[in-house]
């Protein structure tokens, strides 16, 4: 079946990095478009970056361009999501995401809070 796996998110401070990753299995990893999605409290869940299935192509929200940066490694079956210059508004629950088949899949996600 198919599984994302993200990896444990945690507590930064303003202006600091985090560098998630998501381990995906049960599916060609290769064949299809990853997403990072995040959604804070009181939020709609928003997209936050997505990146074509060999990595070509990337699109970000307006509000991580320039700090946040989506790649994958498709022989690790793996997508990441660097983040840069972290702000307070960033905190959130980040969750990985494909969709193929009519269908649409969501790793479990990970918090990610951003405060000194």
């Known amino acids: 079946q198919v599984q994302l796996v993200e990896s444990r998110g945690g507590l930064v401070q303003p202006g600091g990095s985090l560098r998630l990753s998501c381990a995906a299995s049960g599916f060609a990893f290769s064949t299809y478009a990853m997403r990072w999605y995040r959604q804070a409290p009181g939020k709609e869940r928003e997209l936050v970056a997505e990146i074509s299935s060999i990595g070509g192509n990337t699109n970000y929200a307006d509000s991580v361009k320039g700090r946040f940066t989506i790649s994958r490694d498709n022989a690790k079956n793996t997508v990441y999501l660097q983040m840069n210059s972290l702000k307070p508004e960033d905190t959130a629950v980040y969750y990985c995401?494909?969709?193929?088949?009519?269908?649409?899949?969501w790793g479990q996600g990970t918090q990610v809070t951003v405060s000194s």
């Open positions: 995401n494909t969709r193929f088949g009519l269908r649409t899949y």
